[in-house]
């Protein structure tokens, strides 16, 4: 169902002579990421001529073009249309996945100092961070990696003083009010309190880049012991994460 948008409307800044960000609010909201998702469906499904790709974030979409070939005016007729006629934030619903983890130890090692912030036990940190069900609001910062929203607002805590130079592949962290499946190894500053054998990006595999934004994500506790054979299996090309719907 459409409806009226805020009649102050979306900012539209250019990035340069290739790209425009359309932004629609400055906070981490699950209605304004519904909201920045359903835009970017509507505007992929117009086929704007010179539109090489589009990238919603948590606020946003920014939109990528061909300058030698796209119509800017157009693109930016058309971003002004939806984004201020139609503001249905009932997004496209993603694939919904199950993720299998491996928690605590080596796999998190940050999980015991996250369960103490957060006043519970370890085993009731792991129940309580496995229980929501995830929305991928947005993919960047490292190849695939995805950010998430609904984490249980208990399990919050503020980012590390000093940031690790690098952290594992695929490891699950908590940032502030946001939880996250890591791609590659990298630098974060985010708590480690398990890892998946799923490889979020796998150059090579169909698809390379396997959650999207508005991908829903369950977490299901594994154990240790059964990390080899599903590592092996993704290191494979196997996807390992379950497709549950979608």
Known sequence: ?????????????????????????????????????????????????????????????????????????????????????????????????????????????????????????????????????????????LPGFSYLSGLDPRLAMPRRAEPRARIPASSISIGGQQSAIGSVEGPSGWHVIGRTPVRPFHPGRAPEFLFEPGDRVRFRPVSAHEWSDLDRDAAHGGLVAKSIEG
């Open 1 to 141: 169902m459409e409806e009226d948008c805020d009649a102050n409307g979306p900012v539209i800044r250019y990035l340069g002579d290739s790209a425009l960000s359309v932004e629609f609010g400055d906070r981490i909201d699950d209605e304004l990421v519904s909201r920045v998702h359903a835009f970017d469906a509507a505007l992929n499904q117009l086929g704007l001529a010179g539109v090489v790709e589009t990238l919603p974030t948590y606020r946003a979409t920014a939109v990528f073009f061909d300058p030698l070939e796209a119509d800017v005016g157009e693109i930016e007729a058309a971003v002004l249309r939806l984004a201020t006629t139609k503001c249905d934030a009932s997004a496209p619903a993603g694939q919904l996945w199950e993720v299998p983890v491996i928690y605590g130890q080596d796999f998190g090692i940050d999980l015991d100092d996250v369960a103490a912030h957060a006043g519970m036990t370890p085993s009731d940190l792991i129940e309580a961070h496995a229980a929501p069900e995830y929305l991928v609001a947005m993919v960047g910062f």
